[in-house]
């Protein structure tokens, strides 16, 4: 505990690291799962080829990923910038089934009433089924979230800062105090994490926490 | 008017087998849903109903035909623009969850591009209009009956006054009770509106109910026969549609035949309150009950009573057949009766007399020789 607080701030300069290289990918990671999940929702061909594609990038090993990009990407080993593309990549393996899935559960009979009112495809992804699509993308932005925030201390092996640091340097010197606190450090982020996306969701769902009649 | 004219729709053989041309849902159908009268699609699973509604603003392309609303064949027009000119109803309402009931009603008028405050207050007389609360208007679709939600889907579908409407099985999923008074305030707003309406169904009750004519498909998609209600029921064109539109016709037929003028006989009453010796001095073992306003309120049997006449003693089987009402609820009036005499009342729903149910019969008896015997023009004017 005293060492915890006499490294306060290092801590706190490596956890914020850590939350940067483990959420900035979870919003490019969304962002390049909507219109993956889209087209798998609405062709089944397309559906199988991008499942399975995406699926498999998760099968990737972590740190071969980091040393593969660099020079796939033309940047440095110890440039961060590989870890936001690998931790992407991951997201977007975790996301594409998910988005797919939410925008499947959508109700038919609301999908039929919405063509019917004349919604044009975009306008219809935009207002009726991406809303619907919320909660179960939530739950899939949860799990990537804990998931990348697991995967991201990995890179302190490639000498990236972050909260990995601890468990690489506490190993190394055989403190197992500095390990704890990289472990506990860790899941107050993956915590920390996991809140914003409920609340998120919830201020996006109201409709969900109604009482039925 | 909705107008088809020889439209086929042939799904593709997805089955691999080489059996030819696939499987045909609607069989070359020609039909007209005249401007402001509600036509009735009716048959069983399988007969292209839903599919010939489809047609209409599209979901489905026909195969060969062309299907016009007054006039202009809806191939020719913009799909979007086209759906957003048809009110489209469908069986579990299909709201959107994610929106406040007042949000899904604005719906097409917002796609329409009419501002927002507009579409609200609009929203809002058409909320009440269906018959929900004001106060329903903030809340979401899941904490609606479903009764309410359908209510909800109507008005959402007349938000952008169509005038045509789609109705896919609109009642079929509440109960009973709910549906009966839905069906009820369904041909209310239409007397008021008048659209033109294409409405499917399997339940040849609702169909006879609501429809001004009802087509009855056939597995397959083909047309049996279009004809009004009363023409379908009295006359069906070969042993399917008999089949189909199925037992009692012949008593249901009677609900298109207005109560004809028969002389009733005045019936004694005791209002509530009475006394035992009251009633006995009518020296019925029946006597009816009215309330202050010359209302019928129940048949009292005379032996039954101990002190004065209650609400408590009251006989509520039978029902009240209006003056002004048809020759089934006149029928009815009688055969539901403990006392064997129908109890009938005037629009204002005032006793005016009872009738028995050989005098109701007598009545359908003399109505039948005159239709007999008349020229098919002094037919049409009879129905």
Known sequence: ?213 | MIRFEGVTKRYADTSGTDRGDGSVAVDDLTLEAPTGKITVLVGPSGCGKTTTLRMVNRMITPTSGTISIDGRDTASLDVAELRRGIGYVIQHAGLFPHRTVLDNVTTVPRLLGTDKRTARSRAMELIERVGLDPAMARRYPAQLSGGQQQRVGVARALAADPPVMLMDEPFSAVDPVVREQLQNEFLRLQSDLGKTILFVTHDIDEAVKLGDQVAVLRVGGVLAQLDSPAKLLADPVDDFVAGFVGRDRGYRALSFAAAPELSLTDEPTVALGASADDVRAIGTPWVLCVGDAGEPLGWVRAAAVESEVTRTVLHRGGTVASTTGSLRALLDAALSSPSGRGVVADDDGRLVGTVRAAEVIAAIEARRDAVASSTPAEEATAR
């Not at chain 1, 998910?98 to 499947?104: E, F, W, Y």
């Not at chain 1, 506490?170 to 860790?186: K, L, M, N």
């Open chain 1, 1 to 213: 505990m005293t060492w915890a607080l006499d490294h306060i701030g290092d801590i706190m300069s490596r956890a914020g690291q850590h939350a940067w290289l483990a959420g900035l990918p979870l919003v490019l990671g969304l962002v390049i799962a909507l219109p993956l999940g889209w087209l798998a929702a609405r062709r089944p061909r397309m559906r199988a080829v991008l499942l399975t594609t995406t699926g498999l990038l998760y099968t990737i090993p972590s740190l071969a990923l980091f040393i593969l990009l660099p020079p796939l990407l033309g940047t440095k080993i110890l440039d961060p910038v590989n870890v936001i593309v690998a931790m992407t990549v991951y997201t977007v393996a975790l996301l594409t089934r998910t988005v797919a899935d939410g925008l499947l559960s959508v109700d038919g009979s609301t999908q039929q009433a919405a063509i019917a009112m004349g919604y044009g495809s975009f306008a219809r992804f935009r207002a009726v089924d991406l809303p619907l699509a919320v909660p179960v993308i939530a739950a899939g932005l949860r799990v990537a979230a804990v998931s990348n925030v697991s995967i991201v201390s990995v890179a302190s092996l490639i000498g990236i800062s972050q909260l990995g640091y601890f468990l690489t340097d506490g190993y190394a010197r055989s403190f197992p105090t500095e390990v704890w606190v990289g472990i506990v450090a860790c899941l107050l982020l993956a915590l920390v994490f996991d809140l914003v996306i409920q609340v998120v969701s919830r201020v996006l769902t109201p409709w969900t926490r109604t009482v039925a009649a």
